[in-house]
């Protein structure tokens, strides 16, 4: 029925300090910056995934009403709308040791994960993005992952 | 940013570190320094911003995250404890015990690995609310910082 996701809205307060950020410290790119008038359509993705994009959004009037989009800035500067995308890499601790030379907020150290080794970060307006290092190749499933799964099973 | 945007995210920034350095010795002080705001002010402001003061917050991480570590580790409940940062098993386990309604060795031998990520067991197996717990914690300066009005 579908074919991808090509385009994911991330709220953000300001425009130009998202991209300061997306593309000065993360290395995404613009690949479309229109101004319709109404609203500026911005959109950025990573070069190495050009077809799937992030839509900066600034939420407020005239699409949402002052004080429905004060009540989404809330929530977005508290951390409470979530998390805006999960990144792979094939270095999770370089990456880490990279952006926090440049100043970027980590929620989380690079840590061991049973699918491979992840850390987080905060956008500059509250959004978490997720990095995360998978596994490569196949991954053995052990006699005590298997216990672990019945066990699961059994008490859920 | 309006004031009020600005404030939620330097409230968030401390929030954040109570969740990355929940097992160093913190305190209001210094997380009040990474909300730039007083340490008065900044406990008023972090209840408003997300609904239990930042005492409570590390508290419910530290015993979070001890659960996570008696369901997937080997580890004594001694070992467990410090690593949650607390400094003392006594206090660990009186408060592990308030805050969950078993001790940490019941609790251990009830409980399994949960099969998900973990960023989303911290996020949601953080203990929601139950009796008001003393956390004997006085090194965290919340008690002695005056909260007026």
């Known amino acids: 029925m579908f074919n ?3 385009i994911t809205a991330v709220p953000v307060l300001d425009q130009d300090d998202a991209l300061a950020f997306y ?3 993360l290395g995404f790119k613009v690949t479309n910056d229109v101004d319709m008038g109404f609203m500026r359509w911005l959109t950025i993705a990573l070069p190495s995934d050009p077809e799937r994009h ?3 959004e600034v939420p407020g009037p005239p699409a949402l009403s002052e004080e429905v989009g004060s009540q989404v800035r809330d929530l977005l500067t508290k951390g409470a709308l979530g998390l805006a995308c999960v990144l792979t890499t094939d270095d999770c601790r370089k990456t880490f040791e990279d952006l926090s030379g440049k100043g970027v907020e980590f929620t989380q ?13 905060r956008d500059p307006f509250g959004n978490q993005i997720r990095i995360t290092q998978p596994h490569q190749g196949p991954v053995e499933i052990t006699e005590a992952d298997k216990a672990r799964w019945r066990a699961g099973a059994e008490s859920s | 940013m309006s004031a009020a945007e600005d404030a939620n995210r330097r409230l968030l ?3 954040d570190a109570i969740d990355r350095h929940f097992a160093a010795p913190l305190d209001v002080p210094a997380l009040a320094r990474v909300a730039l705001m007083s340490p008065a002010h900044f406990i008023r402001q972090f209840k408003a911003a997300f609904g239990e003061p930042p005492h409570r917050y590390l508290q419910r991480r530290r015993v979070e995250r001890a659960m996570a570590l008696l369901r997937d580790s080997a580890w004594t409940i001694t070992e467990v404890s410090l690593a949650v940062g607390f400094n003392s098993t ?4 009186r408060t592990f015990k308030a805050v969950v309604g078993q001790s940490p060795s019941t609790y251990r031998g009830r409980s399994q690995p949960l099969p998900a990520p973990d960023c989303v067991v911290r996020a949601w197996t953080r203990p929601a609310a139950r009796a008001v717990v003393a956390t ?4 965290f300066g919340e008690a002695a ?4 009005p």
């Open chain 1, 23 to 25: 593309v000065g410290k």
């Open chain 2, 145 to 148: 910082v005056p909260t007026g």
């Open chain 2, 13 to 15: 920034r401390a929030r």
């Open chain 1, 54 to 56: 992030l839509l900066l």
């Open chain 1, 4 to 6: 991808a996701i090509t």
């Open chain 1, 109 to 121: 150290d690079p840590t061991d994960q049973p699918y491979g080794i992840d850390c987080a970060l």
């Open chain 2, 90 to 93: 006594g206090t660990f386990s």
């Open chain 2, 136 to 139: 004997g914690s006085s090194s």
